[in-house]
């Protein structure tokens, strides 16, 4: 299956610091990535969808100024945790949509970062 | 968005047959089933995904009732690798990944 890498695996920052975490698509062109996050014990939350030149479409109540995400490339997309509070404390993953090889398509996702913000 | 219920968690021997069942009455007729699993401490991985037809794949099978309003994840032999969160998802081509809360399988020695 396709590969999707996240760096890095863990951070621990000060509080008021910002975090940036990078999402790659290892062996194929993503022109679309997601990002999520999970708090423990719950299930995974959509914060945004990525395009690849193009700017993040948001889901309801995520504050696109404090999570500022970049889609450069289309193999790489970055997620800035600015400002970070420990309430921000959390994991968090990127997906990656594969190109179509049939009727659907497939998500992969990236093994996460956890962020502990002290 | 069509929704889906699993039960909260499931347990089972290892070795042994694990059915893991989903609820989908309000799916429609461009909705794909699509399963994830989530092992502890890492991103979720695909599992397998249909449409109407029983799928099998080197994880797991797939069989979805006649009226599509049900599926279940078979796992044939259940290892303690497979001890994760569950999660059955309807999407159309092209949609985001919904994550509800899951099925969590433990898979006892």
């Not at chain 1, 970049?70 to 800035?80: E, G, K, V």
Request: proline share 6%.
């Amino acid at each position: 299956g396709a590969v999707v890498s996240q760096h890095p695996s863990w951070v621990i920052c000060k509080s008021g610091t910002s975090v940036k975490i990078e999402c790659r698509s290892l062996d194929f062109q993503a022109t679309t990535m997601f990002w999520y996050r999970q708090f423990p014990k719950q299930s995974l939350m959509l914060m945004a969808t990525s395009n690849e030149g193009s700017k993040a479409t948001y889901e309801q109540g995520v504050e696109k100024d404090k999570f500022l995400i970049n889609h450069a490339s289309l193999t790489l997309s970055t997620l800035t945790v600015t400002s970070a509070h420990p309430e921000d404390s959390s994991f968090y993953i990127c997906s990656a949509r594969s190109p179509s090889r049939g009727p659907t398509d497939t998500q992969y996702f990236g093994p996460g970062t956890r962020l502990t913000v002290l | 968005d069509a929704k889906t219920t699993q039960p909260n968690s499931m347990e089972s021997n290892e070795e042994e047959p694990v059915h893991l069942p989903c609820n989908h009455s309000t799916i429609s007729g461009t909705d794909y089933i699509h399963w994830y699993r989530q092992l502890p401490s890492q991103g979720p991985e695909y599992v397998i995904h249909g449409l109407t037809s029983n799928v099998n794949n080197r994880m797991a099978s797939l069989a979805i009732a006649e009226d599509r309003k049900s599926s279940t994840l078979i796992l044939h032999r259940a290892t303690l690798r497979d001890a994760a969160v569950y999660y059955c998802i309807l999407r159309t081509s092209y949609d985001k990944v919904i994550f509800g809360p899951g099925t969590s399988l433990s898979v006892i020695p």
